[in-house]
């Protein structure tokens, strides 16, 4: 299965939410420069547990916890030697999250690739030859563990945005590209929206996106996104703007009851994928599901319902069996 076919069976496909603070939320320490990937060696089984709820919670694409385990971030903690072991771990948490869902439906793992330096410093970036080497190398990295898609997420400049849709699109697999904004609609760079996205789409992703902008400013970004002309689009906010520097705490500008009412705007606009970014929760991720694709939540009832009735039923052929008198 890759994203094609899912969006040949669904209108609207679920993405799942964030990590990162989330980790945080259930008190995973997350502090630089590993962020996130700090729970992939301190508490695996939590990244395990997010991943799950969001699964019950009817996300359709489940991102793996690798926004931080790029070789730069990896060298600057000490932990180059563990790229490989890292990367796979995150990988296999997802693949056990779905396996222990064991979803009837259609469930993808999209391998996920960050910016390779700070996610709001475009100031940072490195140089095109850099930008290859260490996307190409993350790509085939999670390419090669088995992700069912990848997903280049939070790119800010043009130039990074396209060494990683290369990277991404020399390794075979389908994939999307997702560009962080500022409430105009431009790039984080200052850059034009619609710049970047000629500029990715000669390599051929399945779907463009905009990310970790806040609820209330995304739609701007998205409609831009419509307008370079672009196939599959999508969006997956933040519950609110994040000040630089400020990787913990996490802003709530709206609820998630009005986050999930700002998303029936992104839909009417055209978006066919929707999620969450900094801030949500499997909370968020449900209140998408039940107004967007409802039918995935049904379905899960329904299957859970009937699981319940043959459990019952074991039982009772068993108590009959050991009180045949009865």
Not at 45 to 51: A, D, I, L
Not at 76 to 88: K, V
Not at 160 to 172: F, N, P, R, V
Request: one cysteine or more; aromatic letters at 6%.
């Amino acid at each position: 299965m890759n994203l094609s076919l899912l969006l040949a069976q669904k209108d609207i496909c679920i993405l799942d939410g964030a990590m990162g603070t989330e980790l945080h939320r259930q008190g995973v320490d997350i502090g630089l420069p590993l962020w996130s990937a700090n729970a992939l060696i301190r508490a695996p089984h939590t990244v395990r547990n997010v991943h799950f709820a969001y699964l019950n919670a009817g996300a359709d694409i489940l991102t793996t916890n690798t926004f931080r385990t790029n070789i730069r971030v990896l060298k600057r903690a000490g932990f180059s030697d563990r790229s490989e072991e890292l990367n796979l771990r995150a990988m296999e948490l997802a693949f056990e999250a779905r396996e222990r869902y064991r979803p009837a439906r259609p469930v993808l793992i999209a391998g996920g690739l960050a910016p390779v330096e700070d996610s709001y410093s475009p100031e940072l970036v490195p140089s095109a030859a850099e930008l290859r080497e260490e996307h190409g190398r993350q790509a085939e990295l999670l390419a090669m563990f088995g992700a069912d898609i990848l997903l280049a997420e939070t790119l800010m400049t043009i130039r990074e945005a396209e060494a990683a849709a290369a990277a991404c699109a020399a390794t075979g697999k389908e994939y999307a590209v997702s560009f962080v904004c500022r409430s105009d609609g431009t790039l984080l760079s200052g850059e034009p929206l619609e710049e970047a996205v000629a500029a990715v789409r000669v390599h051929g992703p399945a779907a463009l996106l905009v990310n970790c902008t806040s609820a209330q400013d995304i739609a701007v970004a998205h409609r831009a996104l419509r307008g370079a002309g672009f196939g599959v689009t999508g969006c997956y906010a933040n519950t609110g703007t994040p000040k630089k520097g400020e990787h913990v705490q996490t802003q709530h500008d709206v609820t998630p009851e009005e986050f999930a009412d700002h998303s029936q705007e992104w839909v009417t606009d055209g978006a066919r994928i929707v999620g969450g970014c900094c801030g949500t929760t499997p909370e968020h991720i449900e209140l998408l599901t039940r107004l967007h694709a409802p039918g995935t939540l049904r379905f899960q009832d329904e299957e859970i319902a009937a699981w319940k009735d043959a459990r019952a039923r074991r039982w009772q052929n068993i108590h009959s069996k050991q009180n045949p008198d009865l």
